[in-house]
């Protein structure tokens, strides 16, 4: 419990010298979404595979709503018959939208995580894991509109812009790196506790739609801590953090989610459900709710904005969705089964 109370109070200690604000995509179901977070989360989890999809539409009741969706799967493969040690591959693709020119960021990246074991006893691991990535930024230009366009008050898109429109599109690789540490804890190992640390964009790729000037991607940073404890049989806590750097923005978002389940002959969970809050610092309080039947759950949120905008947002934020399935492959028999993994 001592590293539990460490980690909220490392949390909250952080939150009053951060100010919201973020260059890359993001969710507010962090949790969920390994590989973008830290490349060492890929398939640190309770299964052997994991699909999922992201859903997240944001802003809608101030402009042309931002649209995001991703897509991503996690593989996790045995080292060997006499080791604890793991590979995890993952691969994820999203597509951003936003704005009336169809301002779009599209990302395709691949990872692969290896799985240290420390200690079996504890079900410990060191995670390290590398990603890499590419990306497209474009735009729609015959969806612009210019002064010179409106004749006598009129507007006609027949009528040239004479104006020298900037490249609508421009591509970059991308590279990142991550550590990751969990362990489980307690007199029936009923907690297991998770931190790492993570970087995308080391080789700060130079882009812009102009050719006059140039634009440095920032190195974006980020820290993750987490806790999944089992209060009794049936009642379950989780508690989340995160921490990112990108330039002169920063992001702290943290909370709880507290879940209930039942089983199936004493042994297999056949069904929970999840309800909690997570504050993303200086911009949302956002309530969660999380259902789970077997290897299929999916989770729904909204951001309930409380930021310098939300008069003008009358505090409507952001919709998000996750959906994901899990599942294990035939495990090994005999006396070389192993019986640990990195799990959270």
Not at 72 to 98: H, K, P, V
Not at 267 to 277: L, N, V, W
């Amino acid at each position: 419990m001592k590293f539990f109370y460490s980690l909220l109070l490392f949390f909250f200690l952080l939150t009053p010298v951060c100010i919201f604000a973020q260059a890359d995509i993001h969710y507010s179901q962090f949790y969920e979404t390994t590989i973008l977070r830290n490349p060492s989360l890929a398939g640190v989890f309770s299964n052997n595979y994991k699909i999922g999809i992201f859903y997240r539409n944001q802003w809608s009741s101030i402009t042309y709503p931002f649209q995001t969706i991703q897509i991503n799967g996690e593989y996790r493969l045995s080292i060997g018959r006499n080791s604890n040690d793991f590979l995890s591959i993952g691969i994820l693709g999203y597509n951003d939208q936003a704005g009336d020119l169809d301002q779009k960021i599209t990302g395709l990246y691949g990872a692969v995580n290896y799985n240290k074991s420390i200690n079996p006893d504890r079900n410990s691991y060191l995670s390290v894991g590398f990603a890499g990535g590419y990306l497209q930024y474009s735009f729609d230009p015959s969806k612009a509109t210019f002064n010179n366009q409106f004749v006598s008050g009129i507007f006609d898109p027949a009528n040239p812009s004479l104006e020298n429109l900037p490249i609508p599109k421009m591509t970059m690789y991308d590279i990142g790196a991550g550590a990751n540490y969990n362990f489980t804890s307690g007199p029936s190992q009923n907690a297991t506790y998770m931190i790492g640390i993570s970087g995308y964009h080391f080789t700060q790729p130079v882009f812009s739609y102009f050719r006059s000037f140039t634009y440095k991607q920032n190195i974006r940073l980020n820290f993750n801590a987490g806790m999944v404890r089992e209060l009794n049989e049936n009642v379950i806590l989780q508690v989340h953090a995160n921490y990112a750097n990108q330039g002169t923005y920063d992001e702290v978002v943290g909370g709880a989610l507290l879940g209930w389940r039942t089983f199936e002959a004493f042994t297999e969970t056949t069904f929970e459900i999840y309800g909690g809050i997570l504050y993303r610092y200086r911009d949302a309080i956002i309530p969660v709710v999380k259902l789970k039947h077997k290897h299929m759950g999916i989770g729904l949120s909204y951001d309930v904005n409380n930021s310098s905008l939300k008069k003008a947002s009358n505090m409507q934020g952001g919709f998000e969705l996750t959906a994901f399935i899990t599942g294990d492959y035939p495990p090994a028999k005999g006396p070389y089964r192993k019986t640990v993994c990195p799990r959270f």
